[in-house]
C-alpha cells in the first residue's frame, strides 16, 4: 500500500509547499512507500487521484477543504481510504477528525447533483460571501481583509430568493437568509453551525435560517460565529439523508469552497462511503 501525497501548495499562502517540502524529506527517513504530486491548476487534485481509483493505497490531501474537496472526487467509490493533512486556511472538515482516537474510521459523504463534499453544502447570503471572496481577490484587496470586504460587498448586492424544499416527504415553499446543510460541524473558516453533528450518523444536520431584515443578519451571523444561534427563534434545524430544492432563477450554492450555479439542487448523504486514514503522529511529523 503506497502513501500517496497530493500537495496544493498554493494553499494556506503557502504552506501547503513548505508541508510538501516535509513530506518529500521525512517519508524516506521512515521508510515509506510514497509519491507526491503538487497541483498546478484546479481540479487536478481529482484527476490525479482517478488514477490510482483501481489500486488501494492512502491518498493524502494536503492543503485546504478546496483540495480536500477535489481529492475527494477522485477516489468516492475506490477501496483508496483518504488521509487529511490540514494546510489551508480554514481546515474545517479536519476539525471533526483531529480529535478522534482511531486510526481508521468511515465517514458519510453529501453529494450535490454530481459533486461530491465531505463537510457542508450551503445556499443564501453565506454562500454569496463565499463567492464573492474570489472576487475580492481579483481587486487586490488584503489578505487579511478579503472576507470583510466579501461581507460589506454581498449585504449590498443581496436580494433574496424563493425557494421550494422538498424534506421528509414534506414540500415547503419560502425565502431564507441561509440554508446549510451540514455533514460536519464547522464551516467558513470556524463557524460552528452544527455543533452535534456527527460525520459518520448517516444523516445531515440541516439548518433553515429564516428570512430577516438585512439589518438583522449580522447579529444572526455574530450568534453562527459563537454557536448560539439555535437559540434563535428564527434558526430552524431538521435531520434528513436528502434534501431537493428548486429556484426561480439560478443561484449560487457552496460545496466546500466549491460553487454551483443551477435552478434545481438534489443533496444526498451517502452513508459510510470513504474511509478516513487519521494517522495523527505522522501527520504531525509532515506539518511540523
Same mark, same amino acid.
Given at each position: 500500500?503506497? =502513501?500517496?501525497?497530493?500537495v496544493?501548495?498554493?494553499s494556506?499562502a503557502?504552506?501547503?509547499?513548505?508541508?510538501?517540502?516535509n513530506i518529500?524529506?521525512?517519508a524516506p527517513?521512515?521508510?515509506?512507500?510514497?509519491? %507526491?504530486?503538487?497541483?498546478?491548476?484546479g481540479?487536478?487534485?481529482?484527476e490525479?487521484?482517478?488514477?490510482?481509483?483501481?489500486?488501494?493505497? +492512502?491518498?493524502? /490531501?494536503?492543503?485546504?477543504?478546496?483540495?480536500?474537496?477535489?481529492?475527494l472526487n $477522485? +477516489? %468516492?467509490g /475506490?477501496?483508496?481510504m483518504?488521509? @487529511?493533512?490540514? !494546510?489551508?486556511?480554514?481546515?474545517d472538515?479536519?476539525?471533526?477528525?483531529?480529535?478522534?482516537e482511531?486510526?481508521?474510521f #468511515?465517514v458519510d459523504?453529501?453529494k450535490?447533483?454530481d459533486?461530491?463534499?465531505?463537510n457542508?453544502c450551503s445556499?443564501?447570503?453565506?454562500?454569496?460571501?463565499?463567492?464573492?471572496a $474570489?472576487?475580492?481577490?481579483e481587486? =487586490?484587496? #488584503?489578505r487579511?481583509?478579503?472576507?470583510n470586504?466579501?461581507?460589506?460587498?454581498t449585504f449590498?448586492?443581496?436580494k433574496? *430568493?424563493?425557494v421550494e424544499?422538498?424534506?421528509n416527504? !414534506?414540500t415547503?415553499?419560502?425565502?431564507y437568509?441561509? @440554508?446549510?446543510?451540514m455533514?460536519g460541524?464547522?464551516?467558513g473558516?470556524?463557524?460552528v453551525?452544527a455543533?452535534?453533528?456527527?460525520? /459518520?450518523?448517516?444523516?445531515?444536520?440541516?439548518?433553515?435560517?429564516?428570512?430577516v431584515?438585512?439589518? /438583522?443578519i #449580522?447579529?444572526?451571523l455574530?450568534?453562527?460565529?459563537?454557536?448560539? =444561534?439555535?437559540e434563535?427563534?428564527h %434558526?430552524?434545524?431538521?435531520?434528513?439523508d436528502?434534501?431537493?430544492?428548486?429556484t426561480?432563477? *439560478? %443561484?449560487?450554492?457552496?460545496?466546500?469552497?466549491e460553487?454551483?450555479?443551477?435552478?434545481e439542487?438534489?443533496?444526498?448523504?451517502?452513508?459510510?462511503?470513504v474511509?478516513?486514514y487519521?494517522?495523527?503522529?505522522?501527520i504531525?511529523?509532515?506539518?511540523?
Amino acid at each position: 500500500m503506497k =502513501h500517496i501525497f497530493i500537495v496544493n501548495p498554493i494553499s494556506g499562502a503557502g504552506r501547503g509547499k513548505k508541508i510538501g517540502e516535509n513530506i518529500e524529506r521525512v517519508a524516506p527517513e521512515l521508510g515509506l512507500d510514497y509519491e %507526491v504530486h503538487y497541483t498546478t491548476r484546479g481540479h487536478e487534485a481529482t484527476e490525479i487521484a482517478k488514477k490510482y481509483k483501481k489500486e488501494q493505497n +492512502i491518498i493524502y /490531501s494536503v492543503g485546504g477543504d478546496g483540495t480536500l474537496l477535489e481529492v475527494l472526487n $477522485g +477516489i %468516492v467509490g /475506490s477501496k483508496n481510504m483518504l488521509a @487529511v493533512v490540514p !494546510a489551508g486556511s480554514g481546515n474545517d472538515f479536519y476539525r471533526n477528525i483531529k480529535e478522534r482516537e482511531e486510526l481508521s474510521f #468511515p465517514v458519510d459523504v453529501g453529494k450535490v447533483n454530481d459533486l461530491y463534499f465531505l463537510n457542508c453544502c450551503s445556499f443564501g447570503i453565506d454562500a454569496e460571501i463565499g463567492h464573492n471572496a $474570489g472576487l475580492m481577490k481579483e481587486k =487586490h484587496i #488584503p489578505r487579511s481583509q478579503i472576507y470583510n470586504a466579501s461581507i460589506v460587498y454581498t449585504f449590498a448586492k443581496y436580494k433574496f *430568493k424563493e425557494v421550494e424544499f422538498v424534506l421528509n416527504g !414534506a414540500t415547503k415553499t419560502g425565502e431564507y437568509t441561509i @440554508v446549510t446543510i451540514m455533514n460536519g460541524k464547522a464551516y467558513g473558516g470556524g463557524w460552528v453551525m452544527a455543533p452535534n453533528a456527527d460525520i /459518520s450518523d448517516g444523516l445531515f444536520d440541516i439548518y433553515f435560517v429564516d428570512k430577516v431584515k438585512k439589518a /438583522s443578519i #449580522p447579529g444572526l451571523l455574530l450568534k453562527v460565529m459563537k454557536g448560539t =444561534h439555535e437559540e434563535s427563534p428564527h %434558526v430552524h434545524h431538521r435531520m434528513a439523508d436528502r434534501i431537493k430544492f428548486k429556484t426561480t432563477q *439560478k %443561484v449560487i450554492v457552496g460545496a466546500d469552497g466549491e460553487t454551483l450555479y443551477d435552478d434545481e439542487f438534489d443533496v444526498r448523504l451517502l452513508k459510510h462511503a470513504v474511509t478516513i486514514y487519521n494517522d495523527k503522529e505522522l501527520i504531525k511529523k509532515f506539518v511540523d
